[in-house]
Nanobody
Framework: QVRLVESGGGLVQAGGSLRLSCAASGRTFSRNSMAWFRQAPGKEREFVAA????????LYADSVKGRFTISRDPANNTMYLQMNSLKPEDTAVYYC????????????????WGQGAQVTVSS
């Protein structure tokens, strides 16, 4: 029904920047919010940032606030995560998610997920 595809991951040195993209396709017209989560090896998947699709309101995890910026382009049905001042602890697989409900920090609130994009930050 909804397909999400992440892109833009890669390897970067600490202090550098990357921009992740999430392209949505399929039956996306009733989507209310989208978000980024990440999962490091041996750890639980954790919330990174979320955006309300129509209003543009945003939420950020404390660990990334001030460094990461979530945005969306409705014309292209694409969400972005601009990551600046990257730290080694940001290393993880980053997942795009979409929800029919209001935006949330909870994994269970999201109905669709992308396949993930690897982000590796070296010291």
């Amino acid at each position: 029904q909804v397909r999400l595809v992440e892109s833009g991951g890669g390897l970067v040195q600490a202090g550098g920047s990357l921009r992740l993209s999430c392209a949505a396709s399929g039956r996306t017209f009733s989507r209310n919010s989208m978000a980024w989560f990440r999962q490091a090896p041996g750890k639980e998947r954790e919330f990174v940032a979320a955006i309300h699709w129509r209003g543009g309101d945003t939420l950020y995890a404390d660990s990334v606030k001030g460094r990461f910026t979530i945005s969306r382009d409705p014309a292209n049905n694409t969400m972005y995560l601009q990551m600046n001042s990257l730290k080694p602890e940001d290393t993880a697989v980053y997942y795009c998610a979409a929800s029919y409900a209001g935006f949330s920090v909870a994994r269970a609130a999201y109905d669709y997920w992308g396949q993930g994009a690897q982000v590796t930050v070296s010291s």
